[in-house]
């Protein structure tokens, strides 16, 4: 499939991270458009930010062009990170491979259940992060049992969901969109807490999400090379 893909989101990382993290692991070329947050302030007061370039009025935005039918593409516009990581674990999948839509139902759920959980804790945690005091008590306590309890769901999860499919990924795996939630979501929960990273490095409760975040810290460093445009 012929690809025409271009991120929209603000010079920052956040909540684009995983979706950039899944293009460049796919190998596929694509566009990315930075708007400063000053200029996305004059665009709502002048009320530029339409539904029609931006739905639910929101950034990330994923404008994609692909052919439903033969020798017709047709644009696309797609906002929300879980929906975006949805559409391009479809479209970018290598041919020969397993769509995730082919796995069974109860498979499928709990793809979606983790994916989900990870972009809503990341979502948690940047929302906090806008006052100057965030990490400062009591508000560091709260954040802590945001995060303790994240990595203690996701390790139950990912352990039931590793009975039916390999979640952790192999050095030459392609990234999925829950790979890629997980894994951003880690990612600046160790930067928040880097004694966690200790945690996550030893044979205990938290050693599938180690992995996880050793397979971030690879991808990470590949994905800032590859997007310093």
Known sequence: MDHDLRLVYFPIRARRE???????????????????LVTWAQWKKTR???????????????????KVVPNEPKAFVFAETSAILTYLDETL?????????AL????????????????FAMGR??????SSEWLAPPQRTTIWGIVNRYL?????????????????PLETDRLTGMTTAVATT????????????????????CIVNGIFAEQTSKDVRYLSTKTNR
């Open 18 to 36: 995983p979706v950039l993290l899944l293009l460049v692991d796919s190998g596929v070329p694509f566009d990315l458009e930075e708007i400063p």
């Open 48 to 66: 530029q930010i339409t539904n029609n370039k931006f739905p639910y009025s929101a950034l990330p935005v994923l404008h994609a062009r692909h």
């Open 93 to 101: 999948n290598p041919a020969g491979t397993t769509l995730e839509r």
């Open 104 to 119: 069974p139902l109860e498979v499928r759920v709990r793809i979606q259940m983790v994916k989900e959980a990870a972009l």
């Open 125 to 130: 945690i940047l929302g906090m992060s806008g």
């Open 152 to 168: 203690r769901d996701t390790e139950n999860a990912l352990s039931e969901l590793e009975k039916c499919i390999r979640v952790v």
């Open 186 to 205: 880690i990612s600046l929960v160790t930067q928040v807490f880097p004694s966690i990273r200790g945690m996550l490095g030893n044979d205990g409760e």
